[in-house]
């Protein structure tokens, strides 16, 4: 991922994908399940990932609004079997109608619509159906398949359920990527502001392909996970146990079905070692397809070459090292790594720019020091790599994946209980699958330029297929109460003739947990009108109306509604203060012009009466004549003293004193404090028609960080003078 934004939204998307799907498919079991619950509603904890559909602040996140759609009570789903499909086949996807309505419901009017990247419409079909309470009903098989200059997607599938009226009672969005060796299948969904290209002369041009056999002796699982992400790159892979029937039934075909062997690590959980229970002949066999050529590499681990038993076996002989005999195995602790051959197609370029620490290996001596490849800051062998007659050969003497439990080794230090995961720091690293890919390239025996090839993607330089952008408009409505919530509607209009991706509103001044947000994340197709729901409970502080909205959206511009004409000055948004300032404390006096001047220019604290901050902004008549009020929102203040807050409004002087503080952001802005506010009512009169100047400082030697500024003509609720939210309004905070 480019940058934390991106990661996010990602995130996002494939965690609400995936539990939007889960409540599908069990919704579509009809009668036969009496329930579905999540998880985890909420986080209560300030994780970074998760299941949750709220997170620790409050918010609704994407697996919300997706899961939603999964519970509306008539729904309309697909069903399928992985959100990848094959370039050359198609998408297949089965169409469902499933109901929780508690009568039966007629003359319900579906459609479908298949779009590709650039927005144009690839098939789509439309029919009626009536259902019955906690029915399922499968509706139509689809089989979308895409023109060839996009057919590495993604493909977009538009659902619309409609009532007898016509009026909308179900709406989603499922987007597909392509199971290819060419590009990421969604790289374009968010990195979409490049040109497009041609995917049939790409896919003419033919990437190679490889056919890896992976021997499992640990849990089959792991590498099989891994055998999955390195499909992007052409590696068709063939997963069996490492059990003498299994190497047995595949002997036959080694020479001719495959291009690499890899022989994972060896179960140390197990009661005998994996000579003993593969027996002579495996060993044979393998060496035997090594003589044929076909590459073999070897994987280390806690169990790994003395104690497996490899030592002595016919498959010691062509390996490009040696080890003690088993009851003899030596094991190290976590090391850096050092590249000894840098020219090396296995290591050149990118992927090793940064090769992570190894939490543990086995011991081993190289026939030939010059095939080591990589080795550890102690100067023993890590990667040995060489040509065996026809075929080449590597052992690795660490774990290549994770979670294969935990193993107890005193000479590693800097873990909790000294127990370590080998393959963990090389599998969660961001170069694993490129290292991988081109591990079993160099066996199968492919150039040293294909080999080199497989490096980390550059942001500005990696192939990618966009999908289109296209143009919004939006409009708020007015605000509309009843006694107790207010609403706003947002209308999206969607101009271009790519479908809106994703469109997400977020407050421009402040942002609130109690918002209730319907259609959010909506997609809007071309030519078409959506509407995004807002609801609050009216309190104290800025109106819906006043916060004002920036309207996101995956593929196009971002749109912002301005608070409206009420507030007459606002810097800086209450949940992101210090981060968004200018990094000095600031010295004499700072002044902004405008309404709504830029936070940067300001400085992040202002401390005692030597230091001024001066605003200039207009107003205009009427607004002038009404009383006024200023907020001025702070993160944190001094402990020791409680900052004299003095604004001077056109020359006349207001004070308020705030309490004293937590104190810690004077040394360290990112910590979350005991935020205050200082609100002060100014009476009619004391705004003027034109250019207002207010001056605000703090009087006394305290201090104050990251303040926002509010400044709003009344009637509006009084907010209260000290937040009692003391954990969610620190500094820096970010919201996407």
Wanted: hydrophobic fraction near 40%.
């Amino acid at each position: 991922m480019d940058d934390l934004r991106t990661l996010v939204e990602a995130g996002q998307f494939i965690g609400a994908e995936g539990l939007r799907y889960a409540y599908d498919e069990l919704r579509r079991k009809g009668r036969r399940i009496g329930g579905i619950t999540s998880w985890d509603f909420n986080e209560p904890w300030t994780n970074g990932a998760g299941s949750y559909l709220v997170d620790y602040d409050g918010r609704t996140v994407m697996k919300y609004d997706f899961v939603r759609q999964a519970l509306a009570p008539i729904s309309l789903t697909l069903r399928y079997d992985s959100i990848l499909y094959d370039p050359a086949q198609g998408l297949n996807a089965a169409l469902w109608l499933t109901s929780d309505a508690p009568a039966p419901v007629s003359d319900l009017s579906w459609q479908w619509i298949a779009r590709d990247r650039r927005g144009d419409v690839i098939t789509q079909a439309k029919g009626s159906s009536s259902v019955l309470p906690q029915q399922a009903i499968p509706l139509a098989q689809l089989n979308i398949k895409p023109p060839a200059q996009t057919a590495l997607g993604p493909i977009l599938v538009e659902l619309q359920l409609k009532d007898t009226k016509g009026a909308l009672i179900a709406e989603r969005l499922h987007v597909f990527g392509s199971d290819n060796a060419f590009v990421w299948p969604f790289d374009g969904l968010l990195r979409n502001t490049g040109p497009d290209g041609d995917d049939q002369a790409l896919m003419a041009s033919g990437p190679r392909t490889i056919r890896v056999l992976w021997i499992q002796d640990a849990d089959g699982e792991r590498y099989q996970d891994v055998a999955w992400s390195l499909r992007r790159f052409g590696i068709h892979s063939t997963c069996i146990p490492a059990t003498p029937e299994a190497i047995e039934k595949a002997a036959a075909g080694l020479a001719k079905d495959y291009d690499a062997i890899w022989l994972g690590e060896s179960d140390y959980k197990k009661a005998t070692s994996l000579a003993a229970r593969l027996g002579p002949n495996s060993f044979a066999i393998l060496a035997e397809a090594v003589a044929a050529g076909v590459g073999l590499g070897v994987e280390g681990g806690w169990g790994g070459y003395a104690d497996a038993g490899l030592e002595g076996t016919p498959l010691a002989a062509a390996l490009p090292v040696t080890f003690a005999a088993s009851g003899n195995a030596q094991r190290r602790g976590r090391s850096a790594v050092k590249v000894t051959n840098a020219t090396h197609p296995l290591v050149s370029g990118n992927p090793v720019s940064a090769f992570p620490n190894v939490s543990g290996y086995n011991l081993v001596k190289p026939k030939d020091r010059h095939d080591v490849v990589l080795e550890t800051a102690g100067g023993d062998s890590l990667l040995v790599a060489s040509a065996q007659g026809k075929a080449r050969v590597l052992a690795y003497t660490s774990g290549i994946v994770g979670s294969n439990g935990w193993v107890n080794n005193p000479m590693v230090d800097g873990y909790e209980g000294n127990n370590i995961d080998w393959g963990w720091s090389l599998e969660s690293w961001d170069g694993f699958p490129f290292f991988m890919a081109r591990l079993l390239f160099w066996l199968s025996g492919a150039s040293n330029d294909v080999v080199s090839g497989f490096s980390l993607p550059e942001k500005d330089k990696r192939l990618v297929r966009p999908v289109g952008r296209t143009q919004l408009e939006a409009h708020r409505g007015p605000v509309t109460t009843d006694g107790v919530d207010e609403t706003i509607d947002i209308q999206l209009k969607n101009t271009g003739k790519m479908t809106a991706l994703f469109c997400e509103p977020h407050p421009l001044l402040e942002y609130r947990t109690d918002i209730t947000i319907l259609n959010n994340h909506a997609f809007v197709p071309s030519g078409e009108t959506r509407s995004i729901t807002l609801r609050a409970s009216i309190k104290p502080g800025l109106s819906l109306a006043q916060i004002g909205w920036r309207l996101s959206c995956w593929n196009a511009d971002d749109i912002l509604i301005q608070p409206n004409e009420d507030v007459l000055l606002s810097i800086g948004r209450r949940d992101a203060m210090c981060q968004d300032y200018q990094a000095t404390s600031g010295t004499g006096t700072t002044e902004l012009k405008g309404n709504r001047p830029d936070c940067s220019l300001l400085p992040w604290l202002l401390r005692g009466p030597g230091q001024l901050t001066r605003f200039s902004f207009d107003v205009s008549r009427p607004k002038s004549t009404r009383e006024a009020r200023l907020r001025i929102h702070t993160a944190d203040q001094d402990s020791a003293e409680g900052p004299l807050i003095e604004a001077s409004v056109n020359g006349d002087k207001f004070e308020q004193q705030l309490k004293p503080g937590l104190g810690i952001q004077l040394s360290d802005p990112a910590h979350l404090a005991f935020p205050a506010t200082a609100q002060f009512t100014l009476p009619a009169g004391t705004l003027r028609s034109g250019t207002n100047v207010i001056d605000v400082r703090v009087s006394n030697n305290s201090w104050l960080p990251g303040m926002q500024w509010i400044y709003s003509t009344c009637p509006m609720a009084p907010d209260p003078t000290r937040s009692v939210d003391n954990k969610s309004k620190g500094c820096p905070r970010s919201r996407f």
